[in-house]
């Protein structure tokens, strides 16, 4: 018996290990905030959501679809599904009435075991059954069809009948008939447990003469004598206590990837009616091959900052077919970081087999997502933070591969504008060479002109727009790198617009100057 509600031909691997750059990818991405969404306090919850987004990766595009034909399922049906799910949560958690501990070592405590808990199995798979009779048949995705269908063919009223009847002929009410040879000094071998004889009818009784028959009993106090007779029985139920056991075994692995698998899709549920809640737009992603170089959005939104923030959410539409580096520039605080983590996000989503948060949202599957962020310095670091972030880069470049998508984020902006300019270019055309995706922002004007000075073809450059008056819109529009962050207007922002002219032209601190024309360091804080 399988699930198939993640894969269309297989279980869900919860115990693949997931990727060893985890950690910094859901730093970076602010990964947390989405699985906290998801889980809605149930830890559960929150664990596959985790797995299943960091394995996204692995994926291929039939599993993607599966999973979206599911999910669109789920969310027609959020009532049902978390009613199916809250069976398989039962189903796991009333085994424990039937585990007796130190009892479990003899196989007539096993066999015993087994009966009371493949009878209670018996009772959650004629409820699954029934669930599926009237309600399975509202679900149209080949997930959840061929689940109800398995449902309602093979755990038949008569197929459960037959159950039944088996657990209570093991029980023995009658006593356990076994028979064995004597072996070497008298030793009982080839113990065999047989079915108890049919009890005659009274008639039977009165006319039938039977063979004679030779027994003894035992002194209530031959502790011995009954220690043998419990020995003997363990040896002629040994194999079928083994064999009930596997096979109770079999249906509790049913009912936990059951429930691991319909985990997934009510914390999706719970992620829906959040960014509902917020009203952030979603939509179900269109997934091209891998090096398609696909990549359109209408509201693309960064569905951890919709959940942290709400409504006030700004989107962006960006149309980058073909183009295999995108590379953001423009003001400060304009939008540019969101949108990329909006972008990191949303392709971990779409592999995931999940929506997105944008109206539309058209991509390409990637063999893995790679995050390049800057980091504020911090006592753990054993080195200068230029070293750190060569560090990460050197770890990355041993991970990374073709097909891949690489998320840069104000990198080696920790030396001044001519040396960091030189390594994120060297960086950008060693990945590019690889066919690796690149997106990166950037407030390095030398590198990100040099770029848009080549005129590559599969190149995007876009902007943060800044209106006349300083305020950010938010939104990015297509344009060349400019000279300038803008570093101004938040410097208006904190001490004023009519802070004194001299202090507004001073250098702020901890600028760096290029050495070749003197112009100041877009990527400097003010």
Known sequence: MKALLMHPDRDFDGEQPVPAHAQTLAQDLELSTLW???????????DVARKAILLSTNNDAETVQHRQQVLADAIAHPQEVRELYALAVEAIEGRKKYWFGVFMNYPSGVLRSAIGLM?????????????????????????????????????????????????KTLKFDGGVLISASLGHGGEGVGHV????????????????????QYGFRLHERDEAGARMLGEIEDCGVNLVANALGQSCDHVLGFFQ?????????????????????????????AMADTGALQLACNDLRDACLAL????????????????GLIVITGANQGGKSSFLRACGVAQLMMQTGMFVCAQAYAGERCNGVFTHYKREEDASFKSGKLDEELSRLNDIADAIQPGCLFLSNESFASTNERE?????????????DRRIRVMAVTHLFDFAHRLAADNRADALFLRAQRREDGSRSFKLEVGEPLSTSFGEDLYA??????????????????????????????????
């Open 493 to 526: 922002q904190v001490f004023g617009a009519n802070a004194d002219q001299a202090n507004v032209k001073e250098k702020p601190t901890g600028a760096s100057v290029a050495h070749d024309d003197k112009r100041p360091v877009t990527g400097a804080q003010t």
């Open 420 to 432: 960091g300019s030189e390594i994120a270019w060297q960086t950008v055309e060693a990945l590019r």
């Open 193 to 212: 447990l047989r079915l108890p004889p049919e009890k005659p009818s009274l008639w039977e009784r009165l006319l039938h003469r039977g063979p004679a």
């Open 308 to 323: 942290k923030m709400g409504s006030g959410v700004v989107g962006n539409t960006v149309q980058a077919q073909g183009k």
């Open 119 to 167: 009878q209670f199995f018996t009772e959650m798979l004629q409820k699954l059954r029934v669930f599926a009779e009237h309600k399975g048949r509202d679900f149209s995705s080949p997930g959840f069809s061929a689940l109800f269908e398995m449902l309602r063919t093979e755990f038949d009223d008569s197929y459960l009948a037959t159950v039944r009847q088996h657990l």
């Open 257 to 285: 990837m059951l429930r691991t698998e319909l985990a997934f899709y009510v914390a999706c549920l719970n992620l829906h009616e959040q960014l509902g809640q917020a009203q952030a737009p979603w939509c179900m992603p």
């Open 36 to 46: 906290d969404a998801m889980a809605g306090g149930d830890a559960f919850l929150r």
